[in-house]
């Protein structure tokens, strides 16, 4: 009797983890499927049941439990729940493409760059071909002003959808970088496209009135130099002719600083505009914007 007893406790003890672990394993499936479903509240349901049932015997669930968790908690609002078990599936080495997709929209939400940049590049790097990654790698260039990383946005934006390339917004950090950069060639087509979709954006028109305006002043001082130190007819007619590029010049310029003038009334532009009229010979103009200025 007493070897019976000993049997059957050995068979029970035997039994007890392989239900555990059975259920452990129906709980996980249980939750994929709810999420592939779109079944969130029971995804979550699923998750924690799983996590919680390997806690109690002092031990982690999968990465991908963790993941599911985190994953679903997204969904469903529960963020800074979500936060939570999606960095623990990433210190558990797990990774898939939805997981990095909620990881990075989740460090945005805390404004926490450095990390949001680093799940975006190991998105970018990870799943080229995910369903996501026109929306990750246009995150991506949008967070490199802000972290200087102006490399990597010269790296990223012709590998950019056609839609994300005439976005204004995108089309205006890019603008910006290469405003900080000096490469004018880039700034002159990226500002012609933002003007070709927002007539009235400020930072474009102001990069070619700007453009513009040094393009006639610096011809204009030049020319002038040569004439004081040649005072000949020939001299003389080379001024001139070169008064009438000069002329063209002031007088575009004078079309972006009229209308950021009227849009934006800044002390500045008036101040452009006071010397552009002092250089085509309008001094009643030149006065008003001067006293604009002031």
């Known amino acids: 009797m007493r070897l019976l007893y000993i049997f059957l406790l050995f068979v029970i003890m035997m039994v007890l983890p392989t239900c555990s672990g059975g259920r452990y394993a129906q709980l996980a499936r249980m939750g994929d499927q709810a999420y592939r479903n779109s079944d969130y509240v029971h995804a979550y349901e699923?998750?924690?049941?799983?996590?919680?049932?390997m806690e109690k015997k002092g031990k982690s669930s999968a990465g991908n439990i963790y993941a599911l968790a985190g994953k679903s908690a997204?969904?469903?609002?529960?963020?800074?729940k979500s936060l939570e078990y999606l960095e623990q599936a990433r210190r558990m080495d797990y990774s898939d493409e939805n997981m990095y997709g909620c990881l990075s929209a989740?460090?945005?939400?805390?404004?926490?760059l450095s990390k949001e940049i680093t799940a975006l590049e190991f998105y970018v790097q990870t799943y080229p071909g995910g369903k996501d990654i026109g929306k990750m790698r246009a995150r991506l260039f949008e967070s490199c002003l802000e972290s200087e990383n102006f490399a990597l946005a010269d790296s990223l934006w012709p590998l950019l959808d056609a839609s994300y390339k005439e976005d204004i917004s995108l089309l205006g950090v890019y603008l910006q970088i290469s405003l900080i950069r000096k490469n004018e060639p880039v700034c002159d087509t990226l500002a012609r496209a933002i003007l070709d979709r927002d007539p009235d954006n400020e930072e474009a028109m102001r990069w070619l009135g700007e453009k513009y305006f040094w393009l006639a002043e610096n011809r204009y001082q030049a020319e002038m130099e040569a004439y004081e130190k040649r005072r000949t007819n020939s001299q003389y007619a080379k001024l001139l002719e070169a008064f009438k590029t000069v002329t063209r010049d002031f007088k575009t310029s004078l079309s972006y600083f009229s209308k950021l003038y009227k849009l934006y009334p800044d002390s500045e532009y008036a101040k452009y505009l006071g010397n552009i009229y002092t250089r085509l010979d309008d001094e009643e103009k030149a006065k008003?914007?001067?006293?604009?200025?002031?």
Do not use: C, F
């Not at 989740?106 to 926490?112: F, H, L, M």
């Not at 008003?288 to 002031?294: I, P, Q």
């Open 46 to 53: 699923y998750a924690e049941q799983a996590i919680t049932s």
């Open 74 to 80: 997204w969904e469903l609002g529960n963020y800074d």
């Open 106 to 112: 989740g460090y945005r939400r805390i404004d926490n």
């Open 288 to 294: 008003y914007y001067y006293n604009k200025a002031d």
